[in-house]
Nanobody, 129 residues
Framework: QVQLVESGGGLVQTGGSLRLSCAAS????????MGWFRQAPGSEREFVAS????????YYADFVKDRFTVSRYNPDNTMYLRMNNLLPEDTGVYYC??????????????????????WGQGTQVSVSS
């Protein structure tokens, strides 16, 4: 059983930056493919970014390309999301997720939340205008 805990959220102004972390416990993350999702108030949860087990493959939602960077450091059992040039529409709760299912992850590029088996509780990101 993998437990995921997000941190690093907060309140920033438009144009600011944050780095979210997703720390795992209970099992090494080395073999897991992972993703970041977010949910704005009144909206469904949506895909933000994903990264394969080695960090060699990453995918992004169109609305975050060139602003966000997903990375991971397996020796620390942690995945990161660096967010630059934040906009008010980036406000929401950010969740990390993990799965061992390689074929479905690669087939969907990790963009579908139903393929993930483990989820964190989320961290709030608020961007003021």
């Amino acid at each position: 059983q993998v437990q995921l805990v997000e941190s690093g959220g907060g309140l920033v102004q438009t144009g600011g930056s944050l780095r979210l972390s997703c720390a795992a416990s209970g099992h090494t993350l080395t073999a897991y493919h992972m993703g970041w999702f977010r949910q704005a108030p009144g909206s469904e949860r949506e895909f933000v970014a994903s990264i394969n087990w080695s960090g060699g493959a990453t995918y992004y939602a169109d609305f975050v390309k060139d602003r966000f960077t997903v990375s991971r450091y397996n020796p620390d059992n942690t995945m990161y999301l660096r967010m630059n040039n934040l906009l008010p529409e980036d406000t929401g709760v950010y969740y990390c997720a993990a799965t061992l299912s390689g074929p479905t992850w690669y087939n969907t590029q990790g963009t579908k939340e139903e393929i993930y088996d483990y989820w964190g509780q989320g961290t709030q990101v608020s961007v003021s205008s």
